[in-house]
C-alpha cells in the first residue's frame, strides 16, 4: 500500500467507507474490526505525523474560539453522559457513560494473546486459511470443560437480570465469575473491547459494551459470555426478557422465540458430512415464516484454542461458505434475527452494532462439537438454567372506528 500515504483526506474517508464494505463479510465485528483498525492506523499513522505536530501547541485559534462539543453535558446527578451527542441513532438506546474502568485479572490466570495488548496475533496468523481444526480427545476434553464453566456464568448473570441494574453491574458479576473459576473473559482487550461481557440491548445487534443504563421494563437483554481456561476457549449467548412488560409483548416474544427455534432448527442438522453452508438456510427459511429478517453481517465460527478462526457458518440462506463437518471440529451457531431490517449500522464506539431501523434484534449461540453421531452441544443448558421458552401472550384487542364511527375488533400482532 505504498501510495495509499498519499491520498487526500476524501479518497481516504471513500477508501475507508469502501474496505468497511468488504470487511463487512468477514465472519464477526471482532475479526472485521482488527483488520480495520491495522489496516486504517497503518494509512494515517505516516500521514498525520507531521499534521499533529502543527496543532500541537496552543495556538489553534479556531479550536480555541469554539471548541468541538465531543461530549453532552453531565448529569448533575450521577455524572452520567452520552459521548455521542450529535450521533444520528437509529432508536431509541443511548450509551450511558462514564465506562467503569477496566476490570484487572489476577497474575495466576492464564492469558489468551492478546490479553495485554489487544492484538490476537495467533488469529491473524491463519486468518484467510480454510483449513479447520480437528480435535484429539484431550482438546474435546477442554473445550468441555471451558463450555461448562461458560454455562455456569451464564446463568449465573442471568439470575441477575431484571429492571432496575445497570449493564456495569452484570459485566462485574461475569468478570467476577470468570475468576472465580480461574478463567480469563475472553472479550476484555479482545482488540481493546473494554468489557468482559457483551450486553445488547433492544436494537443492539450484537457487541453492546457494558455500561450505566439501567434496564427498564420491556427491554430485551443479549448476554454474550466467553470464557479462556486451559487453553481453550468457550462461546455462548441468549437473549433474556427484563420484566413483565417484555413477556406480555407480543413483538418481544415471536423475536426471541423465533431467533431460539432457528438456532434449535440448525443444530439438528449438524452431523459428519454437513456443508457449513446448510444452517443458513433452514434459519432464514423459518425467519421469513415468522415474519423476522436474518442479520447477514455476522456469522458463527471456529472456536478451539483461538476465539475466532475457521469455518465459518452464516445464519442467511444462499451463502457460500466453505467446508464440511467432520467429527472432532468445533464452532458456534448464533443466529442474529430482526424484526425489521437486516441492515446494520456501527455506533461510533466501534463496537456497537444496531439495526438500520431501530428494529429489536435477539441472539441465541451454543460452542457445537461434531461427533461420529451427530453433535454435542457444549454448551447446553442446564436443568434449572434461567429464561428458556415461552408461550406467546394473549392478542390484545383493540376498537378501531370504521365507517362513520362503527366499532370493529382489531387484533394487534
Known sequence: MPNMLKVGKGKL???TRLLQ?????LPCAFVRYTVSECLYSRILSKEQAGHKAVHKTNGNLLRNLFPPKVVSEP??????????????FTGSLRPVYPLSQRRSVPSHIKRPDYAEDGDPKSERKLRGRHNITILNEKEIAGMRKVCRLGREV???????????VTTDYLDEIVHKACIERDSYPSTLNYVHFPKSVCTSVNEVICHGIPDQRVLQDGDILN????LYHGGFHGDLNETYYVGPKALADP?????VETTRDCLDQAIQLVKPGMLFRDPGTVIEKHAKKK???????????????????APNVPHYAKNKAIGIAKPGMCFTIEPMISLGTYKDKAWPDDWTSVTQDGSRTAQFEHTLLVTEEGVEVLTARLPDSPGGPVPMPPVEEKKEEVNGGKEAVAATS
Open 75 to 88: 448529569d448533575p446527578a450521577g455524572g452520567h453522559f452520552n459521548p455521542f451527542p450529535t450521533f444520528p
Open 154 to 164: 451464564l446463568d449465573l448473570v442471568a439470575r441477575e437480570v431484571r429492571p432496575g
Open 223 to 226: 448476554i454474550d459470555v466467553t
Open 21 to 25: 464494505d468488504e470487511l463487512g463479510r
Open 251 to 255: 413483538d418481544n416474544v415471536r423475536l
Open 291 to 309: 415474519g423476522c429478517s436474518v442479520i447477514k453481517t455476522y456469522c458463527g465460527h471456529g472456536i478451539n484454542q483461538l476465539f475466532h478462526c
Open 13 to 15: 474517508l471513500l477508501l
